[in-house]
């Protein structure tokens, strides 16, 4: 028997798509009867309160939970959000019901084994809800009381190997996609430079000192997966340098219509969108215009190509990416508080993604910009909030990089340039006297 | 019951402390077949529906079972997820960048079994654990954020929101026939968790009333100041006001007309909540992008101003949503995203074609740049 | 003989294009001459001396014109712009050298008998020299004295039925493309509607009581040969609401090379681009993609047109504006100063243009748009930047005009609406304590 | 020589005064067959460069010839343009809106002597007194400004610019042989009257040093407080200052590194003086258009952040001009417009084939929509 009525929520049990409803009743039941006999931590009914709690939210139109106060594990800024219910009588078992956030593996690669000992571990000392995951990355471990915080992170890191995730300021989880390990457009290693950029920069992910928030996100190339561009502070993205490779063959088996050649690896087999056509679907909406086929052969303008991905999206039996690979690297990305949402900007076109010498490259660039960030950032201002305020050219010559066209989509319309005084020959100090013999009044 | 300790002594708390150690190393986790050809992929085909296939240079073959899930998932249901994998694919899975559920079998004859085994699997109340689909040129999982569930700023829910939506176009989602993906996303307010500034379609909770006061308290609970600048629109002064006992306080003043519902303050000083029934519902959003693709990323631009909370399932809002999928779904072209879309055939036939009403509120006058987003050219169709 | 060397100046008149330095260089001596026997009101070697001036100018890099003292006319707020050289003992007789705004006519015809009347009055009294035409559109007669302003606007009025154009914080001279006159694209005829409303508001022309500037012009068609769009706070730009008039066999000689139909009649005769094709020039060109060839028929699927005039303008003979005819309206262009540029905004999408009730519709859209501006704009503020300030939503308030699409390139990327209160159900004023009983703190 | 009064009695400035008479009716100034012919015509074609017929629905037609000139004109020069319009086309003409002469006559036969008179005629220096040109693709007349001839603000000339340029790219005003009109507009100072915001090549002159503060006498000949508020980046602050002979005056300040040199000061104050030998010079822009064809008006952008002034050719400036318009009619496809080409191979292609440095001057720091210029894509060539 369910501890509250809950007629709202249960008409989401019905229809096609998997109901957190009827997971979070399967859940109550299942630790209403404990077959597994655990010695619940936290109220064994906070399920129950839970589906409670937000079935009064259906009926309202309002949310019943409280700001959190300031919880977490001791030394850490970060990893663990407050939280409290704001009608704790009629819903004990979720009066503390704070969130711990998990530091998900690159990739998102998990073994049972692994996870198992995550879920024996939330059941006994958790609400035994998650998020899987958390739209930074993070496994969100769901509502848990305030003693319980030190006991899960000292299993996590003494029994399972495994560390928290960022919340506050402070670098957050850093995330990518699946990159090589999975994907043939895969332009560097993302699992990799995640998981060395995660442990280079633990203090950071910790222990706030920055201004606000700051997000790492990897893309292994300009699908954007893990759409860096819109979600991180910075953003990896992969791409290359030299051609496009391709297997006139292999366009060929396309333009013929061979079966095992479907166009764009399959993703449109759901219509009947008519034969392939190379003309209409590859070279005409080429954003750039520099394909064409001269008699059965596929020609790629390389220098005119901005390796937007969709001829080899297309293609990808006949088109890979070419071999001189790297990242471009944007800056700003974030959410429309408060000034307006931001995408990242390009700042570098293209940087090599070097594991030999530790990333070297990156990791400098990375630092010059949270000195510079650290020092002038205001208080909750995002980098690209600061990149606006004190502009563009101030995050240039701050990471010692040369202002190239690529960096702007056009150059200015408005003529305001702010020259420097040591641009302008004899500088700004100028002598009235002597110009009013020229000048009268 | 009884307090179990995890060996953390409260009164020492550095002691035998480990930090610093990050997430677990991905190695670990790679599927054999994973492992052994990482970096050697040649190239992958959507077999069907949620099914690929991925080929490597070595002749090694991996396949993919993608499934969709609710993200609020239950400790119970990864155990049966963790049972799965270990039947079927030596005891490997993974997760998506959009929540759904990877199972990958390293040949063909693998694939049925797997499949077989998670269409098998219902939730009593009768919705599937584990749908097949969410691949290629279609709909997938929608990212989303807390709501009700767990936040305190939310404009609605989040988890009901998609449950709704997802089951409205379910048939999108095992089926690959629409002209490009199409990402829906959700955010249950403007802070935008679920960065719903970038989405196809785009489900945004948005308050509409300015914060209430709670004079008594203010003072007490919030740092004033702090609150003064929380917000964007310099709405909030300071401000001294007399309690109905006589009392004097310190508390704050808003400016009504200057508050544009962001919510900042209330993040600031839980003296200022917004939620409000009447107040709070829905924003829809359309036309942003994140690939780089054809064309740049672009922004989600506001399509409908506002629907009303509408519990359990949100009507009004999936019959928006699912007018606007099927006008894109008729109209655009192959590759052609949604944005790119209303682009070619222009915003005004967008809303024609979609049905939708084009109010006021869907000009922006918000900073100076709201100025690019008006018409500055005679082009614009009747 | 030259009163001043002008060794920078000299070498301006080599080179085919017209001589600036050969003009003033010819007046000079025929007023050194003057062999009409004028008895000049103001220095007879005013022109040398602006050429001594301007030499000086090439010499420094520096311009020697001060600011200008408050002259005019009794009465007008505008038509005079003051201006005193800042050397006038080397150059007395430019020293003082007033420049006087007079009002052009529509379409910039002129008979030669007018013509020769203002520069008879102007070698009289002022320095002979012009600028045919300002950028604003009026005659600008460069150059006279004080006490002369008075009378030449005596002149103007009464012998030459001639008034003085804007300056100052006024209308300005209102400016039009040729129009009906002399353009088959015309949609509205432009001569009449800009002569109207120049005399319709002579007050706002003459008489300072605006904020900051304002300026009306006026195209025929959306091809702007007088650049509505970025220079004039209302622009009034000829479209059309039907359909595009078809003459198939037109369509057909051009695609068959006839040669009294070149493409874009004959603007592209000095270069061989090959022969005529109709798909790669008109219809692959056409914005929309709402052309297509049938057979040796061209369609035009008129509802996604946006009448962006390429097509006609190509094939002339063969395409034609449509019958229903009016103007769009565009607000708030201006040069970037102080806000960055504006180009005009569509705020009348289609507009009737009636001279049978004396443009109604159109001097009532133009009264509520000052109105508004006056009661709200700030000193110096342009009404692109009022209504960058207000918002574009508080235009349509007070015009009465409903929001429609057409009004956006794109709807608002950002959700910040601010809601006002009689839009929301129950209002703003909501009670806290009653919050407090659902929702303790 | 004696005053001549026209009628005015100063001592009675209203006795008999007219006011508010409007411009001449601009049917007084029509050619016969304009007037007869108004709202009829059918269609026209351009000749050749520099003449136009446009056909009437009546069967009449009127032939244009167009001459480019100076805009800065003498009486004598216009008198002799009045003499060419009395014999050749019943005393009428017009003025274009970019500033070239039309004469027009009313049947073919006219046409040659017209245009054999107008060749005929040079300034004494050598120039040509009417080039026949400025039609179709090609350049026509610079719309301009006062420059060192009449105004306070400027920070080049404009007449010398104008004529160097127009030298420079003459061959382009008397042939038709670019891809699409190529229009060049000046303006002297910021203020911009030449409208050069939207051209496809502008030339600005532009001030680089901060305003001179002339404290003896600024609070004699300003407001104080004008002058303050004029300055859109707030760098202005009233001062006390202590003259060189000791006496303490009120004055203003200028925080130099917010200055941007807009001289909006100086045009609410003359004692601060922007104009400088080495600091003043040219900026270029380039890719702005006003017409709605094919695509919407659009802005110029600054390409070129600075030359020096070099009088009296401005050799650097018409060479930088030169390589653009080489450039683009060598790359753009016909009807193409240089901003409509720049875009389509992009900007940084576009630098490339003019042969342009690019510096960081030209990346976009001005106010929040800065932004929208910088690039949020990894779309870009190398
Ligand atoms: C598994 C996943 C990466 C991961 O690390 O988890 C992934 C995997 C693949 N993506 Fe993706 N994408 C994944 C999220 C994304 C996202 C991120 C998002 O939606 O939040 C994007 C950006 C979407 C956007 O622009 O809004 C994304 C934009 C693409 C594109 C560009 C599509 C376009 O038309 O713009 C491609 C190319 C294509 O489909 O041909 C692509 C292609 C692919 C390929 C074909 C790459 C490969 O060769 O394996 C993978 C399978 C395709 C499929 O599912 O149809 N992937 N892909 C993510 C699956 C999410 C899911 O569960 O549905
Ligand atoms: C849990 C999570 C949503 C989810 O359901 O997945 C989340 C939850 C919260 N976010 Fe977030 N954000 C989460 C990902 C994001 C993202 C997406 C991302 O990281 O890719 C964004 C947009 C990207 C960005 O960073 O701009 C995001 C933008 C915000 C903002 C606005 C920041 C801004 O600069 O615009 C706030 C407001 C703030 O920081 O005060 C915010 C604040 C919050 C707070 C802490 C509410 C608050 O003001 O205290 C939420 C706590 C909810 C709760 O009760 O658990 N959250 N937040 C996500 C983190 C899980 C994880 O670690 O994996
Ligand atoms: C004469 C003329 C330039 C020319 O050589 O043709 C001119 C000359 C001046 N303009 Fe202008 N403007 C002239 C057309 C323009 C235009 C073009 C147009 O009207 O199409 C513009 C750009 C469009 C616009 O209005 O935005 C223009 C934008 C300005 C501005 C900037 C206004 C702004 O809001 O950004 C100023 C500055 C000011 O008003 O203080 C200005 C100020 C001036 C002043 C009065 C200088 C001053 O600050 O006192 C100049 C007097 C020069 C002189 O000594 O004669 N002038 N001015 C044009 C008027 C002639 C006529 O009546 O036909
Ligand atoms: C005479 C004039 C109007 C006037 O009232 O004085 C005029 C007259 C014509 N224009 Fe224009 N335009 C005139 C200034 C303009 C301007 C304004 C400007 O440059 O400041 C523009 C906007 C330019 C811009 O976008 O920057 C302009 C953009 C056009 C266009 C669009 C061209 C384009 O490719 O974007 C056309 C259509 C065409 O050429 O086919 C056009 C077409 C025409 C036609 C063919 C119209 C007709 O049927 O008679 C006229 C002769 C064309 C020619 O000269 O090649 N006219 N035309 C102006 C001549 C200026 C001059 O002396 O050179
Ligand atoms: S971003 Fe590129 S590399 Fe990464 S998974 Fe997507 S397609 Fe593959
Ligand atoms: S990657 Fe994009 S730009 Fe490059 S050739 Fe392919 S379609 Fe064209
Ligand atoms: S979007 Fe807003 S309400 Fe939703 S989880 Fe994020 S902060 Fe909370
Ligand atoms: S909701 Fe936002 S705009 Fe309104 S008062 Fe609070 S911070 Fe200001
Ligand atoms: S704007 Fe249109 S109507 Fe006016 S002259 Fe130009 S082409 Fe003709
Ligand atoms: S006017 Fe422009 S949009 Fe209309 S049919 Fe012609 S080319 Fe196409
Ligand atoms: S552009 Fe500047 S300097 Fe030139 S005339 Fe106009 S106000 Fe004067
Ligand atoms: S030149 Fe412009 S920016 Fe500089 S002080 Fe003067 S008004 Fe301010």
């Known amino acids: ?441 | 019951m009884a307090f179990i300790s995890s060996g953390y002594n409260p009164a020492k708390p550095m002691e035998n402390r480990i930090t610093d150690i990050g997430p677990k190393h991905f190695e670990e986790f790679y599927p054999e077949v994973i492992k052994k050809n990482k970096g050697k992929w040649t190239h992958h085909e959507i077999l069907e529906p949620g099914v690929l296939v991925h080929v490597s240079e070595t002749g090694d073959e991996v396949y993919t079972v993608r499934c969709g899930g609710a993200r609020l998932m239950s400790t119970t249901h990864i155990n049966e997820i963790c049972d799965i994998a270990d039947k079927h694919c030596d005891g490997h899975l993974r997760f998506t960048t959009r929540n759904n559920i990877e199972f990958m079998v390293d040949s063909k004859d693998k694939v049925e079994p797997l499949k077989n085994d998670l269409k098998s699997r219902k939730f009593a109340g009768g919705s599937l654990k584990f749908p097949i689909g969410g691949t290629g040129a279609g709909i997938t999982n929608i990212v989303h954020t807390q709501g009700w569930i767990h936040c305190h700023t939310p404009a609605t829910d989040a988890s009901g929101t998609v449950k709704s939506t997802m089951d409205a176009l379910f048939d999108e989602f095992q089926n690959m026939r629409l002209p490009a993906h199409l990402r829906v996303s959700m955010a249950c307010c403007l802070n935008m968790c679920g960065a719903v500034h970038c989405s196809d379609i785009a489900i945004l909770g948005y308050h509409r009333k300015p914060p209430m006061l709670d004079h008594e308290y203010l003072d007490k609970l919030c740092e004033i100041p702090l609150a003064v600048a929380a917000c964007p629109t310099a709405a909030i002064k300071p401000a001294k006001v007399t309690l109905a006992n006589g009392t004097e306080v310190k508390s704050v003043e808003v400016k009504n007309e200057r508050c544009m519902f962001c919510g900042n303050c209330y993040t600031m000083c839980p003296s200022m909540p917004l939620a409000d029934t009447d107040g709070d519902g829905i924003v829809l959003m359309a036309g942003g992008k994140v690939s780089n693709r054809i064309s740049d990323p672009k922004f989600s631009k506001v399509v409908v101003a506002f629907l009303p909370n509408e519990m359990p399932r949100w009507p009004s809002m999936t019959d928006a949503i699912k007018k606007m999928v099927n006008a894109y779904s008729n109209g655009a072209n192959k590759y052609e995203r949604l944005g790119d879309w209303a682009e070619r055939i222009g915003w005004e036939k967008f809303f024609e074609v979609c049905e939708l009403n084009f109010t006021h509120h869907l000009i922006d006058d918000f900073r100076q740049q709201a100025y690019m987003s008006w018409r500055q050219t005679t082009n614009f169709k009747f």
Not at chain 1, 361 to 387: C, F, P, Q, S, V
Request: aromatic residues 10%; contains cysteine.
């Open chain 1, 1 to 441: 028997m369910a501890k509250h009525e809950t007629p709202f929520l249960d008409q989401l049990e019905s229809g096609p798509w998997p109901s957190f409803v009827s997971d979070m009743k399967q859940q109550a039941e299942v630790r209403a009867k404990n077959e597994a006999g655990v010695e619940f931590q936290i109220p064994q009914d906070c399920v129950d309160d839970l589906l409670g709690v937000v079935e009064l939210s259906y009926k309202h139109g309002r949310t019943h939970w409280k700001h959190g106060g300031i919880v977490g594990v001791f030394g850490y800024g970060g990893g663990v959000i407050g939280r409290y219910c704001d009608q704790p009588s009629l819903f004990p078992g979720v009066e503390h019901f704070h969130t711990m956030r998990v530091n998900q593996p690159a990739g998102k690669y998990y073994s049972t084994e692994y996870l198992r000992s995550i879920t024996k571990l939330w059941d006994l000392r958790g609400s035994g809800m998650t998020n899987m995951h958390g739209a930074t990355g993070d496994i969100i471990l769901l509502g848990t009381t305030t003693p319980q915080l030190e006991e899960v992170f000292w299993e996590l890191t003494h029994n399972l190997g495994q560390d928290l995730g960022g919340s506050g300021s402070n670098l957050r989880t850093p995330a990518d996609c699946l990159g090589t390990s999975r994907c043939e457009y895969s332009c560097y290693d993302t699992n990799s430079l995640v998981h060395f950029l995660t442990n280079e920069f633990q203090d950071e992910l910790h222990r706030p000192a920055f201004p606000y928030k700051f997000k790492f996100k990897l893309d292994g190339c300009p699908n954007c997966c893990v759409a860096s561009i819109a979600r991180s502070d910075m953003s990896f993205i992969g791409t290359w340098k030299d051609d496009i490779k391709i297997d006139q063959d292999a366009v060929n088996k396309y333009i013929e219509q061979d079966p095992a050649y479907p166009s764009n690896a399959g993703a449109h087999k759901g219509r009947d969108w008519g034969p392939f056509d190379i003309q209409k679907e590859v070279i005409n909406l080429c954003p750039t215009g520099c394909m064409k086929m001269v008699g059965k052969e596929l020609k790629i303008d390389n220098a005119n190509c901005t390796r937007c991905m969709h001829c080899i999206n297309v293609m990808p039996r006949a088109l890979k990416i070419g071999d001189v690979r790297g990242c471009s690297i944007l800056c700003g990305a974030k959410a429309p508080i408060l000034d307006g949402a931001q995408m990242g900007s390009l700042l570098v076109p293209f940087m090599e993604v070097n594991p030999d010498n530790d990333y070297e490259a990156i990791t400098d660039l990375i630092e010059n910009i949270w000195d510079w960030w650290m020092e002038e950032g205001k208080n909750r201002e995002r980098l690209g909030e600061l990149i606006m305020r004190q502009g563009f050219q101030k995050l240039l010559e701050v990471t010692g990089i040369e202002a190239v066209p690529q960096h702007v989509a056009y150059p200015r319309t408005n003529p305001y340039i702010f020259w420097r005084e040591d641009e302008v020959p004899g500088g700004f100090e100028r002598d009235v006297v002597e110009y009013r013999k020229h000048h009268l009044r």
